[in-house]
């Protein structure tokens, strides 16, 4: 029986085996941009819209085939266990050498060789990167109607683990203290590692670590890796396109700094212009202050399978370029490059 809130991809290949490796729902509609055809984009959770167009292992694009046969059906869940931890089912292996052996009628492609199915990734990335929930007073909610958010993602194995890197993207940084160290593009990322769960579907996994970035790099530096019972922190909210669990992150306002929590968000300073602001306080509607962006998955370094983000909304950026990340509106001394945010592992 299909379960409310899943989303069945139909490939529609012919000769197609039976076996199945897990369960759930899927892929989200591509970007509208639809400049790559890995590009793909969720609804955004304010407006409740869903953009158009195809991406790899999406709907209306990518991995479809012929008309013949019965097709095989890309079934992609996410759940909440106890124990703790996001759980992630997709009835697809995560081995694309696995999912090979399967047989003809499985999205099977690994266009960036490092292992695993594209379509997979596709699905971790668009079931995994998160809610973005932000502070009543943040600029590109109220006041910068020309605001763009884009995330751009890499996910690779990591031995017997999967790491899912995600650059949270901004078209610009607000600063902070009126505006003092303001500029045009911001390079946030999270992460997470992922646990092969035994006895379970070749392709489901489970959240083992988590990682959110907060001023990376800087002296000003929170960022934080949740391991062990610390995973029990993270926030789920029920995502409104599926009714599945999806995690939610807390960008500081107008700095974008990527918290876990509003609490920790909130405990970081109380020193003026240093503090951080987190979360929608006394608003009549609170999701409102959501954001789910379109993602694009860039591969891998060396096989790259998106370099240009402008169907994320980011002209003249790259994924892999050792460039400063400008937002899509040019410029320099703008923020940390996109792949500094994809290559280094947290964990």
């Known amino acids: ?86 759980i992630l089912r997709v009835n697809l292996p995560i081995d694309a050498a696995r999912c090979a052996a399967l047989g003809e009628g499985r999205p099977c492609d690994d266009l960036d060789l490092d292992g695993i199915t594209d379509a997979w ?13 932000f502070d009543e007073d943040e600029s590109l909610v109220n006041t910068d109607l020309a605001a763009v958010l884009g995330d751009v993602g890499r996910v ?7 790491h899912v890197l995600i650059m949270l993207g901004y078209s610009k940084d607000y600063g902070s203290c009126g505006g003092f160290s303001g500029h045009n593009g911001d390079s946030e990322r999270v992460g997470l590692e ?3 769960i035994e006895r379970a579907g070749a392709g489901d996994v489970r959240v083992k670590q988590a990682y959110t970035a907060a001023h990376e790099g800087t002296a000003n530096d929170h960022s934080r890796v949740f391991s062990g019972t610390d995973v029990a922190l993270l926030v789920h909210d029920n995502d409104p396109a599926t009714g599945e669990p999806r995690w939610v992150v807390f960008p500081s306002s107008d700095k974008h700094g990527t918290y876990a929590t509003i609490d920790i968000c909130e405990g970081i300073s109380f020193v003026p212009c240093f503090d951080e602001d987190c979360g929608p306080d006394s608003v009549p509607d609170a999701s409102l202050y959501d954001r789910l962006p379109p993602f694009v998955n860039a591969g891998e370094e060396a096989m790259p399978l998106v370099t240009d983000l402008t ?7 790259d994924a892999w370029a050792v460039k400063d990340f400008c937002g899509g509106l040019g410029g320099t001394s703008c923020s940390d490059d996109v792949r500094n945010k994809l290559l280094p592992s947290p964990f």
């Open 1 to 86: 029986m299909r379960k409310a809130g899943w989303l069945f991809i139909t490939l529609g290949l012919a000769g197609c085996s039976d076996e199945g490796d897990g369960a759930g729902g899927s892929g989200a509609a591509g970007n509208t941009n639809g400049s790559s055809s890995n590009t793909t984009s969720s609804m955004q959770t304010s407006t409740g819209s869903t953009a158009g167009g195809g991406g790899a292992g999406a709907a209306g694009g990518g991995n479809t085939g012929g008309s013949g046969g019965s097709g095989f059906q890309l079934e992609v869940h996410t759940e909440l266990d106890p124990s703790p931890g996001l």
């Open 194 to 196: 992922l646990q092969r």
């Open 311 to 317: 169907g994320v909304g980011f002209p003249g950026d």
């Open 121 to 133: 990734e596709n699905a971790a990335l668009d079931r995994l990167r998160p809610i973005q929930r």
């Open 156 to 162: 690779a194995p990591a031995g017997d683990l999967v």
